[in-house]
């Protein structure tokens, strides 16, 4: 694979984990091993970016980021909440 855009993960080690582990229930432990969430699971228009098309009936591995809301004036984080993602891994895609 060509990975030409980079993913912005943030995620925390508990996040990377949770997407191993179902990597590693639909494919086996050595393509868990092979995760890496910079180049190799990302989200439908993270492959689009990348020259990449999710194929067909392929379902989405689930996944949370988590967003910040910040005081417009002071920039202090007020509130903090997850939000579903849905990803893709590379075995789920192919080139356009």
Known sequence: MNISV????????????LVRKQIAKRWGEDEAKRYNPFVNCFTFKGWLKNGYVVKKDEKAIRSFIIVEKKDKE?????ERRP????????LQVEPQ
């Open 6 to 17: 980079k993913s912005n993960w943030t995620g925390s080690e508990n996040t990377s984990d």
């Open 74 to 78: 002071t920039g202090a984080v007020i």
């Open 83 to 90: 939000k579903t993602i849905y990803l893709f891994f590379d």
